[in-house]
Each structure stands twice: as structure tokens, then as C-alpha cells.
Antibody, heavy 119, light 106 residues
Framework: QVQLQQSGPGLVKPSQTLSLTCGIS??????????WNWIRQSPSRGLEWLGR?????????DYAVSVKSRITINPDTSKNQFSLQLNSVTPEDTAVYYC?????????WGQGTLVTVSS | SYELTQPPSVSVSPGQTASITCSGDKLGIRYAYWYQQKPGQSPVLVIY???KRPSGIPERFSGSNSGNTATLTISGTQAVDEGDYFCQTSDSSAYVFGTGTKVTVL
């Protein structure tokens, strides 16, 4: 059974960097058949896919156009986890953030982390 | 950008059938996926590739997708089926979610 465990701060100041980590058990971040995603949910924006990382002979990343200039998703093979960094946050980035597994759809989800952007 | 539209709410009596629609331009040529979310919980996949059920999802959940509309049907709805339901598809190496439908079992 795949489990995803999220960690990271729940409060970030405006203009700073939001950083979250997702630990994987029951699968590998280096899997040739999986992709590892970050999705967020807010009342104003609904569910919003942010991006993914995946390994297919080399590491790849895809990002949503809405955050492409500010986002980085990185794998950490030594700890079997992946991370999200979102730069220059504003109050509009306040949301529940989820890590998920999925290449075309999302079959496993982390527990969610409420991140509030406020001074 | 691609958009998926759902009705904000659907009400159903226990034991009856609930139908939740998801509309998008030529959605029928893409795969549609459906998630159930209960308050304070992460979404759970209930339908993939239009009409397939993951292991552990009850048979009363079914799906279809044709033209511009995908539909999630809950037959013999139970109180435990209350929650928010979201459709999802893919678009140019990105993923799009519907606006969400709150299902109330009266």
C-alpha cells in the first residue's frame, strides 16, 4: 500500500518561499511508471494541479502555466521523497497543498497541509 | 485554458440515483476521472478512464463520457456517499479539475 506523508510549515510570510516535502512509502520516487505531483485546493481556485516530477531514463518536470515562473519540484532519491518550492508567495497562494502519485490521474494522496501566507 | 464545469449541488434521497455531470469542450475524446472528497479529508479516486472503478470502490459508482459531458452515477445512494465530487481530465501535459459538486443525501 502506497502512503504519502507530507511535512512543512503551515505559515509563510509574503514574498518568501513555500517549501513542502512528501515522503513516499510503498513505491519509489524513481519508479519508471509513476509521476509525483503537487496539487493545491482553495475556495477561490478550487483544485489546481501545480506540477510533477518523474523518472524516465532521466528526471523530468512539468509545471502549470500559472506558477511556472515560481515553482520547483525536486526528487530526493536518498530519502525516497520529493519536494515543492514556491517562490515569492502572496496571500493568493494560501491553500491546502497535497502531494499525489499519478501519471494521468491521482490514485494516492497525502494528508494535505494548510499553508497560510500572512505576515 | 481548458475548463470543466459541474453543477454546484445535487440532492438525492437515500436509495435513489444521483447523477453528477461534468462539461467541457469535446470532453468525450479525453479520459474523465472522478474523485470524492469528504470534509477535512483528501480526495479519493472513485472512477478512472471514464468508467473503471479502483479496488475498494463500491459497484454503485459508475461513469460515462460522451460528447461534451462526463457523468458520474451513484445508484442506490447511501448517506455515506455525501461529500464533494470533482471530475478531472488532462490537457497538454497538464491536469484540469472540475468546479466540484456537493452531493447531499436528504
Amino acid at each position: 500500500q502506497v502512503q504519502l506523508q507530507q511535512s512543512g510549515p503551515g505559515l509563510v510570510k509574503p514574498s518568501q518561499t513555500l517549501s513542502l516535502t512528501c515522503g513516499i512509502s510503498g513505491d519509489s520516487v524513481s519508479s519508471h511508471s509513476a509521476a509525483w505531483n503537487w496539487i493545491r485546493q482553495s475556495p477561490s481556485r478550487g483544485l489546481e494541479w501545480l506540477g510533477r516530477t518523474y523518472y524516465r531514463s532521466k528526471w523530468n518536470s512539468d509545471y502549470a502555466v500559472s506558477v511556472k515562473s515560481r515553482i520547483t519540484i525536486n526528487p530526493d532519491t536518498s530519502k525516497n521523497q520529493f519536494s515543492l518550492q514556491l517562490n515569492s508567495v502572496t496571500p493568493e497562494d494560501t491553500a491546502v497543498y497535497y502531494c499525489t502519485r499519478g501519471q494521468y490521474y491521482f490514485d494516492y494522496w497525502g494528508q494535505g497541509t494548510l499553508v497560510t501566507v500572512s505576515s | 485554458s481548458y475548463e470543466l464545469t459541474q453543477p454546484p449541488s445535487v440532492s438525492v434521497s437515500p436509495g435513489q440515483t444521483a447523477s453528477i455531470t461534468c462539461s467541457g469542450d469535446k470532453l468525450g475524446i479525453r479520459y474523465a476521472y472522478w474523485y470524492q472528497q469528504k470534509p477535512g479529508q483528501s480526495p479519493v479516486l472513485v472512477i478512472y478512464q471514464n468508467n473503471k472503478r479502483p479496488s475498494g470502490i463500491p459497484e454503485r459508482f459508475s461513469g460515462s463520457n460522451s460528447g461534451n459531458t462526463a457523468t458520474l452515477t451513484i445508484s442506490g445512494t447511501q448517506a455515506v456517499d455525501e461529500g464533494d465530487y470533482f471530475c478531472q481530465t488532462s490537457d497538454s501535459s497538464a491536469y484540469v479539475f472540475g468546479t466540484g459538486t456537493k452531493v447531499t443525501v436528504l
